[in-house]
Nanobody, 120 residues
Framework: QVKLVESGGGLVQAGGSLRLSCAAS????????MGWFRQAPGKDRECVAA????????SYADSVKGRFTLSRDNAKNTLYLQMNSLKPEDTAVYYC?????????????WGRGAQVTVSS
């Protein structure tokens, strides 16, 4: 079993930055693809960004390209999401996911989520 715990969420003004972290435990995730998903009220959960097990390949939703940067530190079993130039429409609960076969369409393992609120 893999346990994922997100941290770093909070309230920020539009144009500001936040850095989310996802710490994995229970099993090393160095061979797992990982990603960040978000779900706004009344909307479906969507994949924001995903990263290969090695960190050599990343992909982003069009809505966050150029503003969010995904990275991982396999030595620390941790995934990061640097979010810059935040917009009110980025407001959502952000979830970390991991799956050895890929996080799309949905990963086997989920964190409990971290609230990100961007005020205008």
């Amino acid at each position: 079993q893999v346990k994922l715990v997100e941290s770093g969420g909070g309230l920020v003004q539009a144009g500001g930055s936040l850095r989310l972290s996802c710490a994995a435990s229970g099993r090393t995730v160095s061979s797992y693809e990982m990603g960040w998903f978000r779900q706004a009220p009344g909307k479906d959960r969507e994949c924001v960004a995903a990263i290969s097990w090695s960190g050599g390949s990343t992909s982003y939703a069009d809505s966050v390209k150029g503003r969010f940067t995904l990275s991982r530190d396999n030595a620390k079993n941790t995934l990061y999401l640097q979010m810059n130039s935040l917009k009110p429409e980025d407001t959502a609960v952000y979830y970390c996911g991991a799956d050895i076969r890929g996080v799309i369409p949905r990963p086997d393992y989920w964190g409990r989520g971290a609230q990100v609120t961007v005020s205008s």
